[in-house]
């Protein structure tokens, strides 16, 4: 088991190494740089300063080494779209995006589990017809689009919750402990609730086919004989075995999370990693493209690694 482990950690570091390459590469090949924007103010001459002065007038391979360099020493360059460092930027982002994503992560493998083990128990019958038509219709639209339909129907033709933001701008500054809570709650509904729809879907056919699978085998039938409740055999013996392949889901579904993050942040202005690095991404701010990207990879190597370790667990099988 140590050795999986080990060899685990190994190849996690590899996937970090191959994605900070790539991403340091892939943004410097597009057109422009950080100082190339139009400006009347700003001189030729103060741009070439600058260039100079940060090194992005040397040598791809000379940069690159740099970057390696500073990053092994904790720095990861500065953010000329945010002024500040980008090591400061990725501090109050990131959590934000884990807060958003952790829930609905959360919230989807819930309701997921849920509903594919009613529709397994229930094959071929009303709830499971009317379920898998409702979350197949909602895996089937595109992230950005149904997040906008979610936010013209709950913030501008249905008003109850706020369009955007992690909290009340003008007003949370003012309000009490509780009130404080309530309205973070409010904005984070809408965001959650987007991601929630979008992904239980495919949680709940997952679940489904797993219980269906594991009905017919032979502990449930024995189970049976010995006048066990059907509630308790599928809740507690069916269930425990139909979620080992579940933990292999997560660890898939982490990546997809992330990329999916950018496109919620965006609609609701949710200031996290994915409206960071959009923003980052327009601005040609090299340093804050690369570091989260960075921070991104690092996220779904751990959150891997981890659902490894619960497979394990699980598992004896895999532990052998």
Same mark, same amino acid.
């Given at each position: 088991m140590r050795r999986q482990l080990a060899a685990r950690l190994a190849q996690s570091l590899i996937v970090v190494i191959i994605v900070t390459t790539i991403s340091f590469f892939v943004i410097r090949s597009a057109p422009g740089d950080p100082f190339s924007y139009e400006s009347t103010t700003i001189t030729p001459a103060i741009r070439d300063h600058w260039r100079e002065q940060f090194g992005y007038n040397r040598p791809l391979p000379v940069q690159f080494i740099r970057y390696v360099t500073s990053v092994a020493h904790g720095e990861l360059g500065y953010s000329f779209q945010m002024h500040e460092p980008v090591a400061v930027a990725l501090a109050a982002a990131v959590p934000r995006t884990l807060l958003l994503t952790g829930l609905a992560l959360g919230l989807s493998f819930l309701f997921g589990i849920i509903i594919g083990v009613l529709q397994a128990t229930h094959r071929d019958g009303w709830f499971d017809r009317v379920t898998s038509a409702v979350l197949l219709f909602f895996y089937s639209l595109p992230d950005f689009w149904a997040a906008l339909m979610i936010l013209l129907l709950f913030a501008y033709w249905w008003p =109850? %919750?706020?369009?955007?933001?992690?909290?009340?701008?003008?007003?949370?500054? /003012?309000?009490?402990?509780?009130?404080?809570?309530?309205?973070?709650?409010?904005?984070?509904?809408?965001? =959650? %609730?987007?991601?929630?729809?979008?992904?239980?879907?495919?949680?709940?056919? /997952?679940?489904?086919a797993a219980m269906i699978e594991t009905l017919p085998m032979d502990f449930i039938r024995t189970a049976r004989a010995k006048g066990l409740s059907e509630r308790r055999i599928v809740w507690r013996h069916a269930l425990r075995t139909a979620l080992t392949p579940m933990v292999a889901l997560l660890g898939l579904m982490l990546p997809a999370l992330l990329g999916g993050a950018l496109f919620i942040e965006k609609v609701f202005a949710w200031p996290g990693m994915g409206l960071l690095a959009a923003g980052a991404v327009a601005a040609r701010d090299y340093d804050l493209v690369t570091a989260t990207v960075i921070a991104g990879s690092v996220m779904v190597v751990i959150g891997s690694f981890f659902a490894d370790l619960l497979h394990m667990a699980i598992d004896p099988r895999v532990r052998e």
């Open positions: =109850v %919750l706020p369009a955007g933001n992690i909290v009340d701008p003008v007003m949370h500054d /003012y309000m009490g402990g509780w009130e404080a809570l309530v309205d973070r709650l409010r904005h984070l509904a809408l965001p =959650v %609730l987007s991601f929630t729809l979008l992904t239980m879907a495919g949680i709940t056919r /997952y679940q489904r």
